[in-house]
């Protein structure tokens, strides 16, 4: 080679190396957090295993080896040392009900109560606690968990507060229990019709029992005193608060009203939404919808909220046996559920909806609540022409199989939760009898049609933590570990398709695929990080292992006191 040649080689080779000490400088001075020493599942393809995250902003700048990433750190970038914690991608919950978990942090709690007694006795201790005449509040009941197992009439309540309303919601909110009082206060008679969606339960001389399903719940709980503004956000907070401690980055709403949307828009203003909330709004219930629909849609709120989605509901639930089939209840003769919004009004809502740019979710539990949810979005998909509109059906409780290969061809997303299959187990198969039954929270059979699958747990009807379902999904099993085989074990995911089901399933439904669900340059830095690594404990580990933190946009959401060592602190 002659000498010129060579030596503009070396020329080259010396421009070039002198420009890569310029990019990684540059790169030194803005990566502003550093974590190393971890144990990182991205559930990026492209590297699936990491030790060390490089963060600059609310973004993830580099994943790799400790000294690789550490490399980026400047005289103000913060380390953490993460002590072989186990990062996963931000959990998400797909359906929740933040406000409900914060009047379930404030209200009395009568989950797990295994007798009417049981709970009688507790509302008499609470109501000797409250000023006379003040509503009592409870949540949580289950008659499935009592002798019996029969609804509950308003004597055993009008009893022990005999000067005061009283209103126990049932764990799954599609049944309230009166006493006598708070009858009284919403003027329910025996001539009270019963509303569309609901059900005032009547014993046989025509007189209302106390007991409320769906929609008829609003006769009583509208007539409670109305929560301010202040309120409502201090009940979210609340929830949002107990959310990051359970190691979620986000949140999918399911569903605001046009107060509670407001009160989220003012969070996000005041930087008090500690994690992501993907809002839907509550397009049932008595509020009229056609107007919530004139909005705009918001997308990442100020790097918080998004609002782009209509929550709708076909039918009630098989807790309260409102969920819709095609034949009676197995265990109720003559039932087979009921309407909450009528099929024709939920198509034109569904139509309409896609026609302002939003996303529909719709919520359909029984196998004719699912297949008409299905014929409405067929038939609106096929009237609006719009592209790319990631519709999604919550629940998917008992499905036809059938059915399954109409929900891919039609491009929906599965939101699902994998701990009602084991919340529920010991008396939803009697529900629906053994042939039904196999369809019943088939989680399986949604990822093998290939249907996309977001995992949820319509907290607070199931624990909000995610921990708790994903031990669900994976074992068949409640946390007492029973049944001993797994509910359906042919129904139950790998760990890896669990994980995915809490991460990137919850990121193709929200839209957000490209900046969540992985741990990859580019992508938000929401991390959850936890105490051990989930995939070398046995599964019935899974719920008690400990969050260590919660980051949401590279910013500390949770932190546990004395997880770890840091330098400099900030
Ligand atoms: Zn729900």
Same mark, same amino acid.
């Given at each position: 080679?002659?000498?010129?040649?060579?030596?503009?080689?070396?020329?080259?080779?010396?421009?070039?190396?002198?420009?890569?000490?310029?990019?990684?400088?540059?790169?030194?001075?803005?990566?502003?957090?550093?974590?190393?020493?971890?144990?990182?599942?991205?559930?990026?393809?492209?590297?699936?295993?990491?030790? $060390?995250? /490089?963060?600059?902003? &609310?973004?993830?700048?580099?994943? !790799? %080896?400790?000294?690789?990433? #550490? @490399?980026?750190?400047? +005289?103000?970038t913060q380390r953490v040392d993460l002590a072989g914690r186990f990062v996963l991608p931000g959990l998400v919950d797909s359906h929740v009900h933040l406000r409900s978990l914060g009047e379930q942090l404030v209200s009395l709690d009568l989950r797990g109560l295994t007798s009417v007694e049981a709970i009688a006795r507790r509302v008499a201790d609470t109501a000797a606690s409250l000023p006379p005449g003040e509503w009592l509040n409870g949540i949580g009941w289950d008659q499935n968990l009592w002798p019996g197992k029969q609804y509950p009439d308003q004597r055993p309540l009008t009893a022990v507060a005999p000067e005061r309303p009283v209103w126990l919601q049932r764990i799954d909110w599609y049944a309230g229990w009166a006493n006598?009082?708070?009858?009284? $206060?919403? /003027?329910?008679?025996? &001539?009270?019709?019963?509303?569309? !969606? %609901?059900?005032?339960?009547? #014993? @046989?001389?025509?007189? +209302?029992?106390?007991?409320?399903?769906?929609e008829a719940m609003g006769l009583v709980a509208r007539v409670q005193p109305a929560l301010g503004r202040a309120r409502i956000k201090a009940l979210l907070g609340r929830a949002l608060?107990?959310?990051?401690?359970?190691?979620?980055?986000?949140?999918?709403?399911?569903?605001?009203?046009?107060?509670?949307?407001?009160a989220f828009r003012e969070l996000a203003e005041a930087g008090e939404l500690p994690i992501r909330v993907y809002l839907m709004w509550k397009g049932y219930g008595g509020e009229p919808v056609d107007p919530l629909l004139e909005q705009p849609t918001l997308v990442d709120y100020k790097d918080r909220l998004t609002h782009r989605?209509?929550?709708?509901?076909?039918?009630?639930?098989?807790?309260?046996?409102?969920?819709?089939?095609?034949?009676?209840?197995a265990d109720d003769p003559g039932n087979r559920g009921f309407f909450v919004t009528a099929a024709a009004e939920l198509r034109r809502l569904t139509e309409l909806a896609l026609r302002r740019g939003y996303q529909v979710a719709t919520h359909a539990i029984g196998d004719r609540g699912i297949s008409l949810t299905l014929d409405?979005?067929?038939?609106?998909?096929?009237?609006?022409?719009?592209?790319?509109?990631?519709?999604?059906?919550?629940?998917?409780?008992?499905?036809?199989?059938?059915?399954?290969?109409?929900?891919?061809?039609?491009?929906?997303?599965?939101?699902?939760?994998?701990?009602?299959?084991?919340?529920?187990?010991?008396?939803?198969?009697?529900?629906?009898?053994?042939?039904?039954?196999?369809?019943?929270?088939?989680?399986?059979?949604?990822?093998?049609?290939?249907?996309?699958?977001?995992?949820?747990?319509?907290?607070?009807?199931?624990?909000?933590?995610?921990?708790?379902?994903?031990?669900?999904?994976?074992?068949?099993?409640?946390?007492?570990?029973?049944?001993?085989?797994?509910?359906?074990?042919?129904?139950?995911?790998?760990?890896a398709e669990a994980?995915?089901?809490?991460?990137?399933?919850?990121?193709?439904?929200?839209?957000?695929?490209?900046?969540?669900?992985?741990?990859?340059?580019?992508?938000?830095?929401?991390?959850?990080?936890?105490?051990?690594?989930?995939?070398?404990?046995?599964?019935?580990?899974i719920p008690r292992i400990q969050v260590s933190a919660t980051l949401v946009g590279g910013r500390f959401a949770y932190e546990d006191g004395a997880a770890f060592t840091r330098s400099p602190r900030r």
């Open positions: 080679m002659p000498s010129a040649a060579r030596v503009a080689i070396v020329l080259v080779l010396a421009a070039a190396t002198a420009l890569a000490e310029v990019s990684r400088q540059g790169s030194r001075e803005s990566a502003d957090l550093v974590l190393t020493n971890g144990r990182v599942m991205t559930l990026d393809p492209a590297r699936p295993e990491a030790t $060390a995250i /490089g963060v600059r902003g &609310d973004r993830i700048v580099a994943v !790799g %080896g400790d000294r690789e990433v #550490d @490399a980026l750190a400047g +005289p103000t006598r009082q708070a009858m009284q $206060a919403a /003027g329910i008679t025996r &001539d009270t019709p019963d509303p569309q !969606g %609901g059900r005032i339960v009547r #014993d @046989a001389s025509g007189e +209302p029992t106390g007991l409320f399903l769906g608060k107990r959310c990051a401690e359970v190691g979620l980055t986000g949140v999918h709403d399911a569903a605001a009203t046009a107060e509670e949307a407001v989605t209509l929550k709708l509901i076909i039918d009630g639930t098989m807790g309260s046996r409102g969920a819709l089939f095609f034949e009676d209840y409405a979005f067929e038939q609106a998909l096929a009237a609006v022409p719009a592209g790319d509109t990631r519709p999604r059906i919550e629940h998917l409780q008992c499905v036809r199989r059938e059915d399954l290969s109409r929900v891919k061809r039609l491009g929906l997303i599965a939101s699902m939760q994998p701990s009602h299959a084991t919340s529920e187990w010991a008396w939803s198969e009697a529900r629906v009898g053994r042939e039904r039954g196999r369809g019943l929270y088939a989680l399986r059979w949604v990822l093998d049609a290939g249907i996309p699958l977001a995992a949820g747990s319509d907290l607070p009807v199931d624990s909000e933590n995610p921990l708790v379902g994903i031990h669900s999904a994976v074992t068949g099993q409640d946390l007492d570990g029973r049944p001993e085989a797994g509910w359906h074990p042919e129904q139950r995911l790998s760990l994980l995915r089901a809490y991460t990137a399933g919850p990121a193709f439904a929200a839209f957000e695929q490209d900046r969540k669900g992985r741990i990859a340059p580019g992508f938000w830095a929401d991390l959850t990080v936890l105490s051990r690594d989930l995939r070398t404990l046995p599964p019935a580990e």
